[in-house]
């Protein structure tokens, strides 16, 4: 039985993969697109900041960025990318979760990340409705209200600091992590009240966040926490093909999403810290423009 051949095969079905493989499909290219349908942004009731898609559910969103590559031919198959062996013949087999193999000429990993939720009860079910990772993305929604800053001193300080921009309400909880005198003092300069006691639970109505709750006893009111606590790739596919990371634990990529790994590129948010819908989908556009100019210069004699 002969082995489907493609010119790329894209991992991942969110806005950098959807938009790659629209730009690839345009371009005549034979294209493979996988996904598992667990994109990061699944908890979240609707995206933000994607111009004429403002508000958007996410899912309907990859729905008609699916739809959209129909008429270009574009193959879509729900299944995970499990491994990716370079051949001799300058091209990939790539093994499906479904045990089925096909071959690509380029691969574009577009897989994103995981954030690492706390343990905390009540972390998880107020994800996406009243829990956060990203003050442009979602602080207009809860703007003028009580909002939780939340993670490692240095970083969260920050975090509060620059949730001022939505509300004059903002405090800094550490989790049991103290905060030295001078973060301290510039917090204060600017109305930020700070809270180092560990967090026992985060209080809520079907994840609308009321209150946080402290394991030494006691309480605040509160509307909503941003977070900034680590990463992790949802795919381990770059790492096992050799990947450079950076020191944040994404892929190192070029200014076209190249890799350091022959015919591999990245795109969204497992290559950058900018993490936003439409800079994944912009990413996209990028790494199947350089995929197709590569596949060009070998085609043209």
Request: glycine share 10%.
């Amino acid at each position: 039985m002969q082995i489907p051949r493609f010119d790329v095969v894209v991992v991942g079905g969110g806005p950098a993969g959807l938009s790659a493989a629209l730009m690839l499909g345009r371009c005549r290219r034979r294209v493979l697109l996988c996904d598992v349908g667990e994109p990061r942004n699944r908890h979240s009731h609707a995206l933000h900041g994607y111009l004429t898609r403002d508000g958007m559910e996410p899912r309907a969103f990859n729905e008609l960025g699916r739809d959209e590559l129909r008429k270009y031919d574009v193959e879509f198959r729900c299944v995970g990318v499990t491994h990716a062996t370079l051949t001799d013949h300058n091209s990939y087999a790539i093994t499906l979760a479904d045990e089925n193999t096909v071959e690509a000429s380029f691969l574009l990993l577009a897989t994103g990340v995981i954030d690492d939720l706390p343990g905390i009860p009540g972390f998880h079910e107020c994800y996406g409705r009243s829990v956060f990772h990203c003050p442009y993305c979602d602080g207009w929604e809860v703007r003028d209200r009580h909002l939780i800053a939340f993670g490692m001193p240095r970083d969260a300080s920050g975090l509060a600091l620059s949730l001022l921009t939505w509300s004059g309400r903002v405090t800094l909880c550490t989790n049991g992590r103290r905060v030295d005198r001078g973060t301290r003092d510039r917090l204060a300069r600017n109305g930020i009240a700070v809270r180092t006691e560990s967090l026992a639970r985060l209080d809520h109505h079907a994840g609308e966040m009321t209150a946080v709750a402290f394991t030494g006893g006691g309480s605040i009111a509160a509307d909503a926490l941003f977070f900034n606590t680590n990463q992790h790739p949802q795919s381990q596919l770059a790492i096992r093909l050799g990947c450079t990371l950076t020191r944040v634990g994404t892929v190192k990529t070029g200014s076209r999403c190249d890799t350091n790994v022959p015919r591999v590129f990245v795109a969204g948010d497992a290559s950058r810290d900018a993490q936003f819908v439409v800079v994944a989908a912009a990413e996209g556009v990028k790494a199947a423009v350089a995929i197709n100019r590569a596949l060009q210069s070998e085609e043209v004699r």
